[in-house]
């Protein structure tokens, strides 16, 4: 049966996704960058969509709600995962607005006269049926790919308005976007580069590499010395894992150091991160935001007998405020920290924030 | 030996100037006659620091001819007994033997050894090479008038002389210091008066290694793998075998931290000593001194000396020199030892025991103390204040590649702290926990800025934006006069294949040779700014970093 075929397919395409994810788990991170997880979740949302048997927009958002529950409950680190999960419910919210006719924008807008008039909670159920709802849905879905897949070419693009020539800029471990960013630059300016290796994973080795193969000027330095050679250097051009709703960032461990050093030599901070790795989380989750890995990477079992009495840690991810951060760059241009909560609400709506 | 007793004479009363040669003769008559009164000497020193300064101004202002001829006529009056004394003078520097010869047919008149010296700064000759002579010649002669200054004061009836001379000694410190060679690496002309001195000492020259990354093309960069001593012959005869094996262990790192270094270089400075015999027709004290010359440059070879060997290497040269003339070998002998010994005693061990006992105060039931790598008087601190049941768990923090936390996690495991293991980069997740830091130096600088173990800086930084009180232990015999600003002017390279790192069978910088725009680099010191330091404990007492020249002048007074 064609049906049962599909689904099945679906269903395992699903958990072969989710595995990835545990996977991933490990300190060396996931195994495919955030960008692919994106696109991989998406088009799994997408034939969700295509395939799952709902009758009106309120059904669709409960089943991608469960699947993303399921999604995100598998490695809660990677918030990617998450937010393209809200992006699809907010296109669907749109859509289901657009067919019904009524004006996006005096939906989205929780004034305080709306609140006082409708008493609470809006009347929106999502019961009503569209006939093209459902190509609708999959159209805004295939845009939504699209734009994920320029994101890094869209943010490489401003490189030349950033990098000016003879310039040192320092890097912490590995980034997509930022050697991207770094390559694209190199094409017509000269500059040099300072990777931060970023123990224990080293990271920054395979980033120095790369961008030495594009004849950029590297020089690879221990963490320890990221202090020592900061007042050499003009920027400091980062990566993340995630932008938190304040404007502040969960970004690979020592990320921290490197902001607090660049503000006392006032060097500028820039963060090059898509879109689609703002989430609308805050950093005040002492349980959730910090992420672990095997302490072995650290200290090793070969240390022997200390190792009982010893407590190793080996934390994943930093917290970096936005007061740390001069500025965003990400594919749809530059904005300052103070900017972000503005940039969130055109993405995700205020009641998908808690899946 | 009429040479020997008369140029350190000579340079007793010249003060911290250019040569300043009429001194010269004027002490030498004092001195050769026995101990003059009080009034001769300090008027020769007192005439003696004017007649340099206008000695300086004319030098600078005149041409080389004029300049000889009016020296000529100012000098005339006292020149007839210095004729010998004044030929002898050169010879004893060998840096300026090339110069010697031409200088002293140039004056006219030969005895006056103002225009011997003044060619040497007039003479067209290659100018590096010229500013190092005369500095050269300068710190010998300052090094000569101290100890002359103190064998004076050792006389009868001259001591208050002394004194009074001591004061202003001190304030005119040289404002021309030589540049250490090793901070000069990107100099030609540096590295080949280096080349020329060492093969003069027989000393091999160790090579540099691996791309320098071009804000550090001032310094050296070694390999591991290609130690000095592979290029000495075996049995070596220049240099002792107990320097050999000492400076095997600097460079391969089996020896380090510089409180280890010191009492290792003192202990095979003693070792030096037992095995010297004075040659024939010399004197232990200028000898013994121009003996250790060519080993310390070996040592420098091997691994660039850290500031409390600097200081270390000052103390014996200078109880060397004081030896008097008429001392028996094996007494002089005993005396150094005791004074190496006693140098150990008083600096190290006591210092420590001293700084412990301040430290302790500071740590009180419930802290939680955060050490960086491995300080061996900070590991004692702890393992001290642990003793005296004090209640408190430490968080080591670790950087790569060194990774010397680790020795020091063993050590206080080994007496029973409950200890927490980080790396650098978790110093974010770490710091909210911590109530106090305790830091090591490796030597603290004029300007109150910290040298220390590459990271301090970092940590200190970050201590303090979490409101961290950070604490420095340091003895005092690691203060040091430089000063410096930031990381780069003067630091040291270390090997920079030691980043490489096999993660998973994969050595991603394997080839980092090959790749020409790769560069590694691999730090050993950073200099933390003051403001960052809250305490500083030292033997003396606790005092805030900015406070280190005052320790210093107290220190010069006492000396």
């Not at chain 2, 002792?240 to 280890?260: C, D, M, T």
């Amino acid at each position: 049966m064609p049906g049962a075929d599909k689904e099945a397919d679906l269903t395992e395409r699903i958990e072969a996704f989710l595995a990835d994810l545990k996977r991933g788990g490990c300190g060396t991170g996931p195994i495919r960058g955030s960008g692919e997880t994106a696109r991989e979740t998406t088009a799994l949302l997408r034939k969700v969509t295509a395939q799952a048997r709902w009758s009106s927009a309120g059904d669709l958002m409960e089943i991608i709600r469960k699947e993303g529950r399921r999604m995100t409950a598998a490695q809660p680190s990677e918030t990617t995962v998450g937010n393209m999960v809200l992006r699809v419910l907010k296109i669907i919210r749109e859509e289901y607005a657009r067919s019904r006719g009524s004006s996006e924008e005096t939906d989205q807008q929780e004034s305080l006269h709306k609140l006082l008039t409708s008493g609470g909670l809006s009347e929106e159920n999502f019961r009503q049926h569209f006939v093209h709802l459902k190509a609708n849905v999959i159209e805004a879905i295939n845009e939504l790919l699209t734009e994920l897949d320029g994101t890094t070419d869209n943010i490489a693009m401003q490189a030349l308005e950033h990098i000016h020539s003879n310039e040192v800029i320092m890097t912490v471990g590995r980034s997509r976007t930022v050697e991207a960013f770094l390559k694209d630059a190199a094409r017509k300016r000269k500059f040099h580069v300072i990777v931060a290796e970023c123990a224990p994973f080293c990271q920054g080795h395979e980033m120095a590499t790369n961008l030495s193969k594009a004849s950029i000027e590297t020089t690879v330095i221990a963490d320890a010395a990221i202090f020592a050679v900061m007042s050499r250097v003009n920027k400091v051009i980062i990566g993340t894992q995630t932008v938190l709703a304040n404007g502040g960032l969960r970004a690979v461990n020592g990320t921290h150091t490197v902001a607090l050093a660049a503000r006392h030599h006032s060097t500028p901070l820039i963060v090059c991160a898509p879109m689609f790795k703002l989430s609308p989380q805050f950093p005040n989750e002492e349980d959730t935001f910090h992420k672990f890995v095997s302490p072995h990477e650290v200290l090793p079992f070969t240390e022997g007998e200390i190792l009982s009495k010893v407590n190793v840690h080996c934390p994943v991810f930093d917290y970096v405020p936005p007061e740390l951060i001069t500025l965003f760059i990400s594919n749809i241009g530059g904005n300052a920290p103070s900017y972000i909560y503005r940039l969130m609400s055109e993405l995700y709506h205020p009641e998908d924030h808690d899946l | 030996m009429k040479r020997e007793s008369i140029v350190p004479a000579a340079c007793a009363a010249v003060t911290y100037t250019v040569l300043c040669h009429p001194h010269h003769h004027t002490v030498f008559i004092v001195l050769t006659d026995g101990p003059g009164n009080k009034d001769d000497i300090t008027r020769s020193k007192n005439e003696g620091k004017e007649l340099s300064k206008e000695e300086k101004q004319r030098l600078r202002k005149q041409k080389k001819q004029q300049k000889k001829q009016k020296e000529r006529k100012n000098e005339k009056s006292e020149t007839e007994k210095e004729k010998t004394p004044v030929s002898l003078l050169p010879p004893p520097r060998p840096v300026a033997t090339q110069k010697a010869p031409s200088a002293l047919p140039a004056p006219a008149s030969a005895p006056i050894p103002v225009p011997a010296s003044a060619p040497f700064h007039s003479s067209p000759a290659p100018s590096p090479a010229d500013k190092p002579a005369k500095s050269k010649a300068e710190l010998k002669a300052e090094r000569r008038a101290r100890q002359e200054t103190d064998r004076a004061a050792k006389q009868p009836g001259s001591s208050s002389s002394g004194i009074k001379t001591k004061v202003p000694l001190s304030e005119l410190n040289p404002v021309v210091k030589r540049l250490p060679e090793h901070v000069q690496v990107d100099d030609p002309a540096v590295v080949k008066r280096l080349a020329k001195k060492l093969e003069r000492q027989q000393i091999p020259l160790r090579s540099d290694y691996g791309y320098k990354v071009s804000l550090f093309s001032h310094l050296h960069q070694y390999s591991r793998k290609a130690p000095l001593t592979q290029q000495l012959s075996i049995p070596s005869t220049v240099i002792h075998p107990s320097i050999v094996r000492l400076g095997l262990q600097y460079s391969q790192g089996i020896v380090a931290g510089s409180n280890a270094r010191s009492v290792a270089l003192l202990h095979a400075f003693k070792q030096v000593i037992r095995d010297y015999t004075t040659p024939p027709n010399e004197e232990l004290s200028r000898d013994l001194v121009n003996k250790l010359k060519p080993y310390i440059s070996f040592l420098n070879q091997c691994r660039p000396l850290s500031a409390s060997m600097g200081n270390a290497i000052k103390y014996i040269k200078k109880e060397i020199s004081n030896i008097p003339s008429q001392c028996k070998e094996e007494e002089a002998k005993t005396k150094l030892l005791t004074c190496i010994d006693r140098y150990i005693e008083e600096k190290i061990v006591l210092a420590a025991k001293a700084i412990s006992k301040y430290a302790i105060e500071k740590i009180s039931d419930g802290d939680v103390i955060l050490v960086y790598g491995c300080s061996s008087l900070v590991n004692n601190i702890l393992c001290e204040a642990f003793e005296k049941s004090r209640k408190f768990r430490v968080i080591v923090v670790d950087s790569r590649p060194r990774l010397e936390g680790r020795e020091a996690l063993r050590r206080l495991v080994q007496r029973g702290i409950s200890c927490t293991y980080v790396l650098i980069s978790a110093l974010s997740y770490i710091l909210p926990e911590v109530s106090k830091v305790f830091l090591g130096a490796h030597a603290l600088l004029a300007n109150g800025y910290v040298m220390s173990r590459v990271g301090t800086s970092q940590i200190a930084l970050v201590a303090r934006t979490f409101n961290v009180p950070v604490l420095v232990c340091c003895e005092t015999y690691k203060f040091c006069e430089k000063v410096q600003t930031d990381s780069f002017v003067s630091n040291e390279l270390d090997d920079p294949d030691d980043l490489m790192v096999t993660r998973k069978g994969k050595t991603q910088l394997e080839n980092w040779q090959d790749v020409s725009s790769l560069g590694l680099l691999n730090l050993v010191y950073d200099v933390t700014p003051p403001d960052f330091v809250d305490l500083v404990i030292t033997d003396l007492g606790m005092i805030p970093c900015t406070s280190v020249p005052v320790v210093l002048r107290v220190k010069n007074l006492d000396q």
